[in-house]
Nanobody, 126 residues
Framework: QVQLVESGGGLAQTGGSLRLSCTAS????????MAWFRQAPGQEHEVVAS????????YYSDSVKGRFAISRDNTKNTVYLQMNSLLPEVHANYYC???????????????????WGHGTQVTVSA
C-alpha cells in the first residue's frame, strides 16, 4: 500500500507561483497513475491534473490549463504540480492521489483514486 506525503503549500500572491511536491513510499511508484485534486471549503473534490505512470499522458482541468504543469520523477518517487499565474481564490486543500495503472489512460474522477495524502493548504491572496 502506497503512502503519500505532500509539501509545498502555503500563501502566495495573485500572479505568483507555487510548486507542490508529493513523495510516495510503500509501493512501486511507476505502477501508479498520479493526480492532484483540490477541495475548497464546502465543495467537492475537484481534479486539477493527472499524469500517467510514464509521464507521457497528462490531463488538466479547464480552470488550470496553461497555468499549471504536472510532472513526475519515477527515480525519486515524486510527483510535482507547478502552479503559475495563480488566481485569487479562497483557500483550498490540495491532495496528492494515486491509483494502480499500467496504461496511458489517466482517470479524472476522485472515485478512481484509492490512495490519498493528507493534503497541503494553498491560499492565494488578492
Amino acid at each position: 500500500q502506497v503512502q503519500l506525503v505532500e509539501s509545498g503549500g502555503g500563501l502566495a500572491q495573485t500572479g505568483g507561483s507555487l510548486r507542490l511536491s508529493c513523495t510516495a513510499s510503500g509501493g512501486t511508484f511507476s505502477n501508479y497513475t498520479m493526480a492532484w485534486f483540490r477541495q475548497a471549503p464546502g465543495q467537492e473534490h475537484e481534479v486539477v491534473a493527472s499524469v500517467s505512470w510514464s509521464g507521457t499522458t497528462t490531463y488538466y482541468s479547464d480552470s488550470v490549463k496553461g497555468r499549471f504543469a504536472i510532472s513526475r520523477d519515477n527515480t525519486k518517487n515524486t510527483v510535482y504540480l507547478q502552479m503559475n499565474s495563480l488566481l485569487p481564490e479562497v483557500h483550498a486543500n490540495y491532495y496528492c492521489t494515486a491509483t494502480e495503472s499500467s496504461g496511458t489512460f489517466v482517470h479524472t474522477s476522485a472515485a478512481n483514486y484509492a490512495y490519498w495524502g493528507h493534503g497541503t493548504q494553498v491560499t492565494v491572496s488578492a
